[in-house]
């Protein structure tokens, strides 16, 4: 079997104006020439995965915005809400191609499983029973296959106490199924629009730059990152259950 090739980009912050500037940044021209990038440079992809803060103003125009932006790529793509999203809008822009869903098996050595971890009413994030109970009986039936999870909000710290008060408010939900399952491999996110890398139990766990403005690392409090531009993460799965990334920057 060959390797599966994913990109991730996350947090674009789109509004129904592509004239919208959040912390210095036009959201819709940031996210285009990322998209653009991708769509001339990266060719061999075999899913394109959008983890959350789609759209910053919930509006069926932000979505249809994002919609233009992603005209032209032929893989599938799957789209997670974030804490800033609409999940009854996302839906309104999914066809055969955009997809909103919460698991896919990609081949016959991988699984994908998408969280939805909004939670109306607050910026943090939280695992519904549902979203779990799916995912345990994944992980009980596919045993042979390896499992990568993509999802919005963060289920450790990242060592920024501004952003970590913003995280996933039931993460032992997940950290129990990296114990019993080794075959979660990869646990992958957005929402703190900074790179990191850490582990879970036997689970790599990596956070992605935004498609707009950075935030810096290890920041006790609200601080945008003014020397680093906006990126994207490349993902390869190969057939033995490892996973290679890393992030590309404009
Ligand atoms: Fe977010």
């Given at each position: 079997m060959t390797n599966i090739n994913l990109i991730q980009i996350t947090d674009l912050h789109l509004t129904k104006s592509k004239n919208t500037i959040i912390q210095g940044v036009n959201t819709y021209v940031s996210a285009k020439n990322v998209i653009n990038e991708i769509k001339t440079k990266q060719k061999k992809i075999d899913s394109l995965i959008l983890t959350g803060d789609l759209v910053d103003d919930e509006t069926d125009l932000g979505y249809q915005n994002l919609k233009t932006l992603l005209f032209g790529i032929k893989c599938p793509i799957y789209l997670i809400p974030g804490n800033h999203d609409s999940p009854a809008a996302i839906k309104s822009i999914c066809d055969d191609r955009i997809k909103f869903t919460n698991s896919f098996i990609l081949n016959n050595d991988w699984v994908m499983f998408l969280f939805n971890t909004k939670k109306i009413g607050t910026h943090s994030g939280i695992f519904s029973e549902d979203d779990i109970e799916k995912l345990n009986k994944l992980l009980e039936k596919h045993t042979e296959k390896?499992?990568?999870?993509?999802?919005?909000?963060?289920?450790?710290?990242?060592?920024?106490?501004?952003?970590?008060?913003?995280?996933?408010?039931?993460?032992?939900?997940?950290?129990s199924l990296t114990k019993k399952y080794?075959?979660?491999?990869?646990?992958?996110?957005?929402?703190?629009?900074?790179?990191?890398?850490?582990?879970?139990?036997?689970?790599?766990?990596?956070?992605?730059?935004?498609?707009?403005?950075?935030?810096?690392?290890?920041?006790?409090?609200?601080?945008?990152?003014?020397?680093?531009?906006?990126?994207?993460?490349?993902?390869?799965l190969k057939n033995d259950g490892e996973i290679i990334t890393s992030v590309f920057r404009l």
């Open positions: 390896n499992f990568i999870i993509f999802l919005h909000h963060p289920p450790i710290s990242i060592n920024s106490p501004w952003m970590d008060t913003m995280s996933i408010m039931n993460p032992n939900e997940l950290y080794t075959s979660i491999k990869g646990i992958f996110c957005g929402h703190v629009h900074q790179e990191f890398e850490s582990t879970i139990n036997n689970a790599k766990f990596y956070t992605t730059p935004s498609t707009c403005h950075q935030y810096k690392p290890k920041a006790d409090k609200f601080s945008l990152d003014l020397n680093l531009n906006a990126g994207y993460r490349y993902i390869t």
